[in-house]
């Protein structure tokens, strides 16, 4: 088992930044892809950025791509997401995920996180 815990969430005004941070434990974290997906109430999980195991290859979803990063410190078992020019649309519980394979799907994530609120004021 791997277990996988956010931190870095909170409330920030629109156009503001934060920065999130997923500690894994328990397997070998550069085994793994690592993915950040988002979720509303009432809506199903959407991808947001994921990243290869050795950091080599990153993607991202139109609605976020030029305005969050995807990193990962393999050193640290940490994978980050910084989010920039954050907008009342970006509101949403933020997962981290792992998987084995590099995919955009959240049915190939194998063990995913508690989430953390992120909440941007407009």
């Known amino acids: 088992q791997m277990q996988l815990v956010e931190s870095g969430g909170g409330l920030v005004q629109a156009g503001g930044s934060l920065k999130l941070s997923c500690a894994a434990s328990g397997r070998t974290f550069s085994s793994y892809a690592m993915g950040w997906f988002r979720q509303t109430p009432g809506k199903e999980r959407e991808f947001v950025a994921r990243?290869?195991?050795?950091?080599?290859?990153?993607y991202y979803a139109d609605s976020v791509k030029g305005r969050f990063t995807i990193s990962r410190d393999n050193a640290k078992s940490t994978v980050y997401l910084q989010m920039n020019s954050l907008t009342p649309a970006d509101t949403a519980v933020y997962y981290c995920?792992?998987?084995?394979?590099?995919?955009?799907?959240?049915?190939?994530?194998?063990?995913w996180g508690q989430g953390t609120q992120v909440t941007v004021s407009s």
């Open positions: 990243i290869s195991w050795t950091a080599g290859t990153t």
């Open positions: 995920a792992a998987s084995t394979i590099i995919s955009t799907s959240s049915k190939m994530y194998n063990y």
